[in-house]
């Protein structure tokens, strides 16, 4: 039983659209993060949490916001998507920054 | 602030022959480090930690030592199978008040 899903797994949006990205975990973990994967970048972080209510910055957060209304979800939100932003995009869990992270599968989003 | 720097891809190898693919850390503390492992079309996953100095992690034949004094932690095996081609990440987590860190990744590709 995969612990961490991703919906949905490939997207395509318009310039200027509203994209959603969501993430579940099953582990109980407190921390979820959001990463970007681009050829010759690896992975980046975007956002991620502590637990639920809280978000935090990583190191690419402009363009993109993040919410954690439950221990179980964290959600990845474009107001408004630019062809920039197409990547492949991968939610992890971990019981925090010490630890191991569990990935999901990734959303593969393309800004046309 | 802290950075990750590792091989640049993609590295093509022989069966039978032997790998190793250098990471080398900056950090202002003594961070955990990690080796990740990304197959075609999932996410990555831990391939071994190593949560202190001098010590060793190993798994799937791979192994690295975290050498404080050299701030590397080189990813080596000695004989790669097909089995093993992949993207390879470094990554290093500094506490629980910062995220962690990964590299750009190395792809490889072994021939059979």
């Known amino acids: 039983e995969a612990a961490v899903t991703q919906s949905p797994r490939n997207k395509v949006a318009v310039t200027g659209g509203k994209v959603t990205l969501s993430c579940n975990q099953t582990n109980n973990h407190n921390n979820m993060y959001w990463y970007r994967q681009d050829t010759g970048h690896g992975l980046r972080l975007i956002h991620y949490?502590?637990?639920?209510?809280?978000?935090e910055k990583g190191d690419i957060p402009d363009g993109y916001k993040a919410s954690r209304p439950s221990q179980e979800n964290f959600s990845l939100i474009l107001e408004l998507a630019t062809p920039s932003q197409t990547s492949v995009y991968f939610c992890a869990s971990a019981p925090g920054h010490y630890a191991e992270q569990f990935f999901g599968p990734g959303t593969r989003l393309t800004v046309l | 602030g802290d950075s990750v720097t590792q091989t640049e891809g993609p590295v093509t190898l022989s069966e039978g022959t032997s790998l190793t693919v250098n990471c080398s850390y900056e950090?202002?503390?003594?961070?955990?480090l990690f080796w990740y492992v990304q197959y075609p079309g999932e996410g990555p996953q831990l391939l071994f930690k190593v949560p202190k100095a001098n010590e060793k992690g190993s798994n799937r034949g791979f192994e690295a030592t975290y050498n404080k004094e050299a701030t590397s932690f080189h990813l080596q095996k000695a004989s790669v199978q097909e089995s093993d081609s992949a993207v390879y990440y470094c990554?290093?987590?500094?506490?629980?008040?910062?995220?962690?860190?990964f590299g750009a990744g190395t792809k490889l590709s072994v021939k059979p």
């Open positions: 990554a290093l987590s500094e506490g629980n008040n910062n995220a962690p860190r």
């Open positions: 949490s502590y637990g639920a209510g809280s978000t």
């Open positions: 950090t202002k503390q003594y961070p955990t």
